[in-house]
């Protein structure tokens, strides 16, 4: 068969049409009612503590750190009290080996090793005066000390603002001895190793940073409703009615919070959304890639959309298709050997070979391709990836698939989306969250999404991550699936805005580290 043949096969299984959208929306529903009753649900949706987003008015300097699946931040957010902020940051890649390292302070000292770099480059003036009061023995002033919000970007059962316990790792994060531990209580031990002026005030999943910097930098007249991830993982946090979290209630264990708003905001954790497959899709790819990941049987719903697996789905798929050495993919046709790396192009130390040896970042390079003949398909095929000689033909096929696994990725972010817009009955209302706190009203509107859907009708969505920044037609493809669900069609659509929350998790983290810890004056 024609390799061009072959290459439609493949992708045509990785469609998911508009019957699976909409059965995947309804048991997205089913578990996000499941997950507010009970813990231990497929869908964790945990209570934040957090009960208001902001409005934009907020102001004072505020640290926040982050740890996601990739990098590590650290930063200082100057919130300038009139929807604008300015933050200044540093950003380290986080070693492989600490990923898996055998205890957790390997990983929480090398953090707050990084968190004293920070002081000691952008605050220097407060690092050091704290150092000297240290040394003379001078009373440490309270509003000398930073009010830090750690944003950690993983499954946390949160039992306060500044306390929760890691549930599991995610992301290729593998470190025992950290599960069931307080994470801010380990940072916090590490900072005081160092001696740093600094306080963990807030602890905040990633998501939620970024629903309360939209909400910040976004105001108008409409609360955001949702923050999501679409990175290296993905996940969503989202404004939920206080009398839907039943189980706060019959929790005994559960932690104070202010009732007065009506509202909390619930961390879905939506990467583990279907992990008994009722719903999801299934390809053999798939199949191959959880059974050989660190965590098998769970985040299935991140294995199928998010960065860290997306490159690693595809890899899967054109192995399966170069096992036959009757498709003609990177065939050196001078050679009549059937043997696979003998009669390739490929050299024999090509990531192709290796296990997450395709990044994701490759499949927006092939989405967004226009050049002739997929010029720069096949340059980077050759430059990153050790295949020479690639044809347009092969450059084609690779594209076919890629781009079906990007838009499988794109659609199933939509259920999420969907499901999270419907159930929180969004639609059929003009609402504003009574989470968002007044005094809102000067807030002018462009925010660059431009639409021409009142403003009391816009039903905001913040986001994150590299696949929504940098796939190429990622929102397009979300937005088709919106439009075939029938609880929200074309109109329900419209109203949808989303709009990148950059930089969110750290000027989220910031803002409810300003809650947190607020004395009086920093607020206001
Ligand atoms: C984690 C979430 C996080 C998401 C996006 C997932 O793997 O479980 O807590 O929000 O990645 O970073």
Redesign the pocket.
């Given at each position: 068969m024609a390799l061009a043949e072959q290459a439609k096969r493949v992708a045509d299984e990785f469609e998911f049409g508009k019957e699976d959208v909409r059965k995947a929306v309804k048991e997205f529903i089913r578990e996000m009612d499941e997950g507010l009753q009970k813990d231990g649900a497929e869908l964790s949706q945990i209570p934040t503590y957090v009960t208001a987003v902001p409005n934009g008015t907020e102001k004072g300097l505020y640290m926040a750190v982050d740890l996601?699946?990739t990098n590590f931040r650290v930063c200082s957010i100057q919130l300038h009290g009139n929807t604008t902020f300015s933050l200044t940051q540093s950003k380290v890649a986080i070693p492989r080996e600490l990923m898996v390292a055998k205890t957790s302070k390997e990983l929480f000292s090398f953090l707050a090793k990084q968190i004293e770099v920070f002081l000691k480059t952008h605050h220097e003036d407060h690092y050091f005066s704290h150092i000297r009061r240290r040394k003379t023995g001078d009373q440490i002033k309270e509003e000398e000390i930073f009010n830090l919000g750690f944003t950690?970007?993983?499954?946390?059962q949160q039992i306060g603002i500044n306390k929760g316990l890691l549930m599991r790792w995610?992301?290729g994060f593998d470190i025992q001895d950290a599960v069931g531990k307080d994470v801010c209580a380990l940072l916090q031990a590490e900072i005081n190793e160092l001696h740093l002026p600094v306080r963990v005030a807030a602890l905040v999943?990633?998501?939620v940073g970024t629903l309360m910097a939209r909400s910040y930098t976004s105001p108008g007249k409409t609360g955001t409703l949702l923050g999501a991830?679409f990175?290296?993982?993905?996940?969503g946090?989202y404004v939920e009615k206080l009398d839907k979290v039943t189980k706060l209630t019959s929790n005994k264990d559960a932690g104070d919070y202010d009732k007065s708003t009506g509202e909390m905001i619930v961390?879905t954790?939506w990467?583990?959304f279907d992990n008994s497959l009722r719903t999801l899709p299934n390809t053999p790819y798939d199949v191959e890639l959880d059974a050989k990941s660190v965590n098998p049987g769970i985040?299935m719903f991140?294995k199928r959309v998010?960065g860290m697996f997306l490159g690693e789905i595809l890899r899967l798929a054109l192995v399966s298709l170069l096992k036959d050495p009757k498709i003609p993919l990177f065939r050196d046709e001078n050679s009549a050997q059937n043997d696979v790396h003998s009669t390739t192009q490929i050299h024999e130390d090509s990531p192709l070979w290796k296990q997450w040896g395709i990044d994701t970042s490759f499949l927006s390079i092939c989405a967004g391709d226009q050049s002739p003949g997929y010029r720069m398909t096949r340059q980077t095929l050759d430059k990153d990836y050790g295949i020479t000689a690639v044809s347009a033909e092969d450059a084609e096929a690779v594209r076919v698939i890629a781009a079906a696994i990007g838009r499988r990725a794109a659609r199933l972010s939509a259920v999420a989306i969907a499901a999270i817009v419907i159930e929180t009955g969004r639609l059929n209302s003009s609402s504003t969250s009574a989470a968002t706190t007044e005094k809102k009203e000067s807030v002018e509107a462009p925010r660059g999404e431009g639409s021409s859907v009142a403003d009391k009708d816009v039903i905001d969505v913040g986001v994150d991550?590299s696949l929504v920044e940098f796939y190429p037609g990622f929102e397009d493809h979300v937005r088709q699936a919106l439009m075939e669900i029938e609880e929200i069609g074309e109109a329900g659509e419209k109203r949808i805005r989303i709009g990148i929350a950059k930089d969110g998790s750290g000027v989220g983290a910031a803002l409810i580290a300003l809650v947190a810890g607020r004395v009086g004056e920093d607020s206001e």
């Open positions: 996601g699946g950690f970007s993983f499954p946390v995610t992301k999943n990633d998501t991830i990175g290296t993982g993905t996940n946090a961390n954790e990467g583990s985040q991140e998010s991550g």
